[in-house]
């Protein structure tokens, strides 16, 4: 049986990969995987990242937003866009994604944004450098993030936009999904 292709973050619950050496268990991920057909990725390892690894971040630096590694002062910003670009550019069809919130690479509008001279916090509402991607070149490309599986409605539209976009509806789906206690 054919289901709707959505790119997911290798994090949840598929390797540990993260910058801590963990993963990320989602019961709504977890509930929706017979409905789709999922094809994990990872920016970060994309670019070379070991697991577990220093933290990288998301830096203002002379008006330019950069992906920083403070732990060794080097940048990563022209590796996380070609890897996104060429990632995006080669994966073919797709109806949506499910991205790591707050992460640096894949968060959607909630990551940190830090001042690079100063190191002090600006923003909680950036978004991460394959995410801004993703959306730059696909606008209209369904994208969420495990924060936003938590809000009903926000699922609910979310899963409606992979089914339409795949030319299906969502209805057993979203009865088993929402039938759960929440």
């Known amino acids: ?10 994090c949840f619950g598929i390797a540990k ?51 920083l590694q403070p732990a060794t002062g080097r940048f990563f910003t022209g590796e996380m866009i070609r890897f996104s670009t060429d990632f995006i550019n080669s994966i073919g069809r ?20 830090y001042d690079y001279a100063t190191g002090e916090l600006i923003s909680t509402g950036a978004s991460g450098f394959f995410a801004s991607t993703l959306l730059g070149l696909f606008p209209e490309t369904p994208v969420i993030t495990e924060k936003s599986f938590e809000d009903a409605t926000e699922t609910a539209i979310f899963l409606d936009k992979v089914f339409k976009r795949y030319g299906g509806t969502p209805n057993a789906l979203l009865t088993e999904l929402f039938s759960l206690e929440r």
């Open 1 to 10: 049986m054919k289901k709707p292709i959505v790119y997911i973050s290798r």
């Open 17 to 67: 990969c993260r910058y801590d050496g963990d993963w990320v268990i989602d019961r709504n991920v977890e509930t929706i995987k017979k409905y789709i057909d999922f094809r994990d990725f990872c920016p970060e390892t994309g670019i070379g990242f070991p697991s577990p690894r220093e933290k990288i971040r998301v830096v203002r630096k002379d008006g330019v937003l950069e992906l």
């Open 94 to 113: 797709f109806d949506g994604f499910i991205l790591k919130g707050k992460s640096p690479s894949c968060g959607v509008k909630n990551t940190k944004l």
